[in-house]
C-alpha cells in the first residue's frame, strides 16, 4: 500500500508564512492527482487543493485562493502546500493524499487513497 508523510507543520503569528511538504513511496506518485485537506477540532475534513499530476493544473478551495499555492516534484516524489498571509481560521491538522484513478475531477476525501498522518498547522493572533 502507498504512503504518505506530511512535514512542515508549526505554529506562526496571523499573516505569516508556511510551507507544508508531502513524502510519497509505494505507489505511481506521478499518475496521481493529489490534493491537501484539513481538519480543525470538532470540524469535518475540507477540501483544501489539488495539482493534477503533471503538475500542469490546480484548484483550490474559496477560502484559500490567492494565498495558498500547491507545487509538485514528481523526480523527488514529493508535493507542496505554499501558505502566505495565515489566518486564525486556517489552524487545522493538514493531510496530504492521492485521488483515486477513477475518480476525476473530485475534491471529495472519500475519493482520495492513501493519506498521510498529517500534520499540524497553528496560526495565532
Known amino acids: 500500500q502507498g504512503q504518505l508523510v506530511e512535514s512542515g507543520g508549526g505554529l506562526v503569528q496571523a499573516g505569516g508564512s508556511l510551507t507544508l511538504s508531502c513524502a510519497a513511496s509505494?505507489?505511481?506518485?506521478?499518475?496521481?492527482?493529489m490534493g491537501w485537506f484539513r481538519q480543525a477540532p470538532g470540524k469535518e475534513r475540507e477540501f483544501v487543493g489539488i495539482?493534477?499530476?503533471?503538475?500542469?493544473?490546480?484548484n483550490y478551495a474559496d477560502s484559500v485562493k490567492g494565498r495558498f499555492t500547491i507545487s509538485r516534484d514528481n523526480a523527488k516524489n514529493m508535493m507542496y502546500l505554499q501558505m502566505n498571509s495565515l489566518k486564525h481560521e486556517d489552524t487545522a491538522i493538514y493531510s496530504c493524499?492521492?485521488?483515486?484513478?477513477?475518480?476525476?475531477?473530485?475534491?471529495?476525501?472519500?475519493?482520495?487513497?492513501?493519506w498521510g498522518q498529517g500534520t499540524q498547522v497553528t496560526v495565532s493572533s
Open positions: 493524499a492521492a485521488r483515486s484513478l477513477r475518480a476525476y475531477g473530485s475534491t471529495r476525501p472519500e475519493d482520495f487513497d492513501p
Open positions: 509505494g505507489f505511481i506518485f506521478s499518475g496521481h492527482t
Open positions: 495539482i493534477s499530476y503533471s503538475g500542469a493544473d490546480t
